[in-house]
């Protein structure tokens, strides 16, 4: 058996991935530890990191599951599958009964070792910690408490968010209904229908814009606006306003998601041209966006 470790992403802080040689397979296994790659390397964290002793610790620990995992699970007719492996090292960490029982508790495993998109993440990870508030009141959920029922409470429990937010919760749990089944086959099914409304589009014209892009944002307009301020945050203020407001100006003017626009800088910049890959959207797809005058000043204003 060949085990090695690496950190899943070469540039941020990320989830340290072991990928394991057994019997001609490849498998892969998402730790709980985290990692800059700057501190990694070879197979484990290097000894500039504060807490590489801690890190590699478990990471050694870590190693040894897996080894046991696989003792357990291989014969001599049988080779395991990755199914087969990722539930057995889940048991082995947390107890057969905990992951295998409370919904929560496979939530919060399953974040780990999601091998999805960062956002994709965050919106499971919004989902699980709703589902905890929702358990300070009525208790754990067992994945056998998931039933029309409670849908309907935890509707309720939502009720001061949006159809839409509502609807995509219901929408995550449903898939890690789905996902769960999958790997534990606890039986559990239920019938979850995420509900829409229609949403009013709201737009500003190019005048409304231009005001935005020239709304005076000095010491004396802050202070006529927020008279109770010290002066610390009105000085913070006018650090993030500024920003704020230039960051919806390039949603505006570009077209482009949150999560693209807010990551723009000189080197998306090709002529009069933006050229960036969405992160929502289909691999090594490239959108190419004419440059408006604004966009540009605001993207030279970029440090």
Known sequence: MKIRFYPRSKENVSTVVVSVHHKGKRYFVYTREKVNPTYWLGNRVSSRHPDHAYINSQLSTWEETIKSAMKDLTTDLHVPTQKELSNKITE??????????????????????????????QKYR?????????????GRL????????FCKKFREFLSGYSLNYIGSQMKNLKVFMRVSNEELEHGVTVDISPEKE????????E??????????LSWESIVDHYPGLDNARIAQKMNSLPVIR????????????ISDYKRLSDINVDGDFIRIEPRKGGRNMVVIIPIHPVVREILNDIP
């Open 92 to 121: 082995i960490i947390e107890g057969p009964s905990e992951a295998r029982e409370y919904l929560v508790t496979w939530a919060e495993g399953y974040l780990d070792r999601a091998n999805k998109a960062y956002g994709t993440v």
């Open 126 to 138: 919004t989902l699980t910690n709703l589902l905890k508030r929702y358990e300070i009141d009525h």
């Open 142 to 149: 067992r994945f056998k408490d998931i039933d029309q029922k």
């Open 198 to 205: 229609e949403s009013s589009q709201v737009y500003l014209t």
């Open 207 to 216: 005048r409304e814009l231009q005001r935005l892009r020239n709304l005076d």
């Open 246 to 257: 230039d960051r919806f100006l390039l949603g505006a003017y570009t077209g482009l998601r």
